[in-house]
């Protein structure tokens, strides 16, 4: 099997999104240079560059003395292992390849500080991202522990947040999720990069995002838009969403950036036994073994 192309020695990407925000990287004159302009204020405003610098500021000066003591990338999951005893999980993206995502960094993860691997959601490969989200929803839950106050959670439940008569768009295929969802209303789309066997609903190809969203009632997004950095563009075609919902274990415990962007409810994993969900992803297991053994749903919910 191919594996997607990289230099052979590729070092950690630690300044790479430094460089480009800075405008290092193909800089010139004239009308180049308003088009880089352009791209770092859009990337000013995106998601990930604003979660990984509220995280590192809450954080500080903390994070600096917290090392990656473990990273896994099994086919369903990514789990990292902190030194504090923080383990958090974000979905692998193999779909978003096309050959093997080798990563040319292999074996560097490994006792390197937090806020380094935590720079990699800032990346444009979608398993570095991956990487650096599962080290950010770690992180989340230290921040849980350390700053409770900050982070009221809710015992709503998604189905709690669709009525009989909403139409429902969700981006992503949550299975076990689509019969409960058809129980309340009929009126669901699914939109989704991957072919599905046998959906029980109308499911649609992901570019058709730009027709459904804007008049469906309710979004469900899948956390793992995240990684593939599609989350700011389907958000923007919200339109007048009552609700709109960040859903998946990849979903980081920090809900703060998600509201102030319009999410209503972010819904996510918390890990309980960091050690038990290694082995987990190691060994394949998806959303339900995480939960069975060494992890728990949490959901914030947006004030009206």
Do not use: Q, W
């Given at each position: 099997m191919p594996e997607t192309e990289y230099p052979e020695k590729r070092k950690f990407p630690e300044n790479e999104e430094k460089k480009?925000?800075?405008?290092?990287?193909?800089?010139?004159?004239?009308k180049t240079g308003e088009v880089n302009k352009g791209e770092r204020k859009k990337e000013e405003t995106e998601i990930l560059p604003?979660?990984?610098?509220?995280?590192?500021?809450?954080?500080?000066?903390?994070?600096?003395?917290?090392?990656?003591?473990?990273?896994?990338?099994?086919?369903?999951?990514?789990?990292?292992l902190l030194s504090e005893n923080y383990g958090g999980v974000a979905c692998t993206p193999?779909?978003?390849?096309?050959?093997?995502?080798?990563?040319?960094?292999?074996?560097?993860?490994?006792?390197?500080?937090?806020?380094?691997?935590?720079e990699l959601a800032l990346s444009k490969n979608?398993?570095?991202?991956?990487?650096?989200?599962?080290?950010?929803?770690?992180?989340?839950?230290?921040?849980?522990?350390?700053?409770?106050?900050?982070?009221?959670?809710?015992?709503?439940?998604?189905?709690?947040l669709i009525k009989p008569e909403d139409r429902v768009a969700m981006v992503g295929y949550f299975g076990p999720l689509v019969p409960k969802i058809l129980k309340i209303t009929e009126k669901l789309t699914i939109l989704e990069k991957r072919e599905i066997e046998s959906p029980k609903t109308l499911t649609l190809p992901s570019e058709k995002a730009r027709e459904v969203l804007p008049v469906s009632d309710v979004i469900?997004?899948?956390?793992?838009?995240?990684?593939?950095?599609?989350?700011?563009?389907?958000?923007?075609?919200g339109?007048?969403?009552?609700?709109?919902?960040?859903?998946?274990?990849?979903?980081?415990l920090y809900p703060a950036p998600f509201f102030e962007r319009g999410i209503?409810?972010?819904?996510?994993?918390?890990?309980?036994?960091?050690m038990t969900m290694l082995t987990i992803v190691s060994e394949a297991g998806g959303t339900k073994k995480l939960h069975k053994y060494c992890g728990e749903k949490v959901a914030f919910k947006k004030n009206k």
């Open positions: 480009e925000k800075n405008g290092l990287k193909g800089i010139g004159k004239g604003t979660l990984v610098n509220a995280l590192k500021n809450d954080l500080d000066p903390a994070l600096k003395d917290v090392e990656v003591k473990d990273v896994r990338i099994g086919l369903a999951y990514i789990g990292v193999l779909y978003e390849f096309s050959g093997c995502p080798a990563l040319g960094f292999a074996g560097s993860l490994k006792g390197k500080t937090a806020d380094k691997v935590l979608p398993l570095e991202a991956a990487v650096g989200i599962a080290t950010a929803n770690a992180l989340s839950h230290m921040l849980l522990d350390t700053k409770p106050e900050k982070f009221l959670t809710s015992n709503v439940d998604i189905l709690d469900i997004l899948s956390a793992s838009t995240l990684a593939n950095r599609t989350f700011d563009e389907l958000l923007s075609l339109g007048a969403a009552r609700e709109v919902v960040l859903l998946g274990p990849s979903s980081p209503t409810a972010v819904m996510g994993t918390r890990i309980f036994d960091p």
